[in-house]
């Protein structure tokens, strides 16, 4: 073990040698050094040696050359949002807040017959909020998206972000060609075989300057990259008109959930269909939130109150204080937890919310509470996920049972439509993600977290990369991820020197 400290010491000071050795400074970007990096959660922190905003592609390609020469990596990290250890790097991190602008889309390069309508070029640090904002006054619309909008673009579908609803595949299903500058310095365009650019228009134009890529396999790859292809510079996206949503969330149990899952019409009938369920029984049952969400035209006689959301819930999300009192509460009555999460999710009951969709589709200010969260997918079409969940469910019990530990939060699911994506939860299936939350800093959570990781991918449940995990086993992820080979030969080609590895590439053999 020493041995191994003294060579990671040796190889840091290495690094450090390279940079201080340049004389003069080759990069005309500002930078700057010891300035820490830690998500939004406080779980994941570095120290890496520079950290860049960029503005530009010219900006990305600089800070690719510059890593270069002095042989360290480069991360992007999104708005920080994921709870893994995804966006951490000890060498080139790079913020890209400064890349949010909506973009004109270059139609000039498009193929002929191409509707622009809705398609719309966005920078790679755009966050959905802004780029809802930015549809919203033009008429358009995402046609789905997760619970939180704070994420970037970039980030939501490098990882497969997701919503709830069969109809609907990952975010990463929007988008329909990519920019980016690769480990090599070279800018590329990467779209699958039937993207939107045309070769011809695009060559002429860009020469020998830009390469347009219109692969399957490689789109493939690079949609879930999970920033190991390259510095991504913006997206073009598809989205649709306007529309507005009707929500209801109503009290039942997961016994009868299951029952009505087994079934099946619950998933066909609604839009969006989603659960948030007690993962203690009280009374010999499980407490379950039901949301399903279905497309209504605007209102015109509604009442305020059918308008907004839950009043009573909105206001005690607001509290700063409210994440301390449910530590506390958690922490000093364990035995009380199931009580308390039943208590939440009954205080999240509405019988009727319509709005324009993406305010629907967010969840509001719960989305503040200090939170962890672990998320997996299991296969739908063979209703494996249903003995899933009750594993689940049977690794809480018994921790509270032995030990007084306790999940201080419920369990969500949803149901997503599978995609072509490698490194994607839904690769090729039709998937249940399965969603393990808990109040940051409650006694035993992250020791959850353990137990529920090997009981999940027993059951062959995909991990969500932006979640929590600890796999460290190449094998497990290529048993899991049946095309992961096919990523990484992909990637080869765009970083033959591995620009863009960090701790977590390494973690999982990638």
Partial sequence: MLCEFSRQVGVYAAKLRKLVLYRPRTVSMDFKTRKEWHNH??????????RYRPSSLSDLREIVTEAERAQVRVRAVGSSHSWSDVAMTPDFLVDPDGLNQVLSL????????????????????VTVRQLNEHLDRH?????????????????????STHGSGLKFGPLTDAVRSIDLVDGTGRICRVEPHDGPTDEVKYRSKYSNERELISRDADFNAVAVG??????????????????WLNEERKRSTWEAVRVELQQGDVLST?????????????????????????????????????????VLSEFLSSLFITGRILRFLFNHGPRSTPQRIDAGILGLCDDGYTNK?????????????????????????????????????????????????????????????????????????????????????????????????KAAIEKCGRPHWGQLHHMSNADTVKRLYPSVEQWITVRRRFDPQGRFDAPFTHRLGL
């Fill in 41 to 50: 959660a406080g779980n994941c922190a570095s120290l890496p040696l520079r």
């Fill in 106 to 125: 270059d139609a000039s390069v498009l193929k002929n017959g191409i509707s622009t309508s809705h398609l719309v070029e966005v920078e790679s640090g």
């Fill in 139 to 159: 008429g358009l619309a995402l046609a789905n998206m997760g619970g939180y909008d704070g994420q970037t673009i970039a980030g939501v579908t490098a990882t």
């Fill in 226 to 243: 999970l920033g190991c292809f390259g510095l991504i510079y913006s997206m073009i996206v598809e989205v649709t008109d306007a529309f």
């Fill in 270 to 310: 609604n839009d969006h269909y989603e659960l948030l369920l007690n993962p203690y029984a009280i009374d010999g049952v499980h407490t379950c939130l039901v949301t399903t969400r279905k497309r209504t035209e605007p209102p015109s006689h509604l009442p305020s109150d059918k308008l907004r959301r839950n």
């Fill in 357 to 453: 969709s993406y305010k629907v589709f967010n969840i509001g200010i719960a989305n503040n509470l200090p939170g962890l969260s672990a998320e997996y997918g299991f296969a739908l079409d063979d209703q494996s996920y249903i003995s899933a969940i009750e594993q689940l469910l049977n690794v809480a019990a018994e921790a509270a049972r032995v030990g007084d530990v306790y999940q201080a939060g419920p369990i969500a699911v949803r149901f997503v439509r599978s995609c072509p994506y490698y490194l994607s939860p839904q690769f090729e299936r039709n998937t249940v993600m399965v969603e393990i939350i808990a109040v940051t800093g409650t006694k035993g959570a992250e020791d959850m977290y353990y137990r529920y990781e």
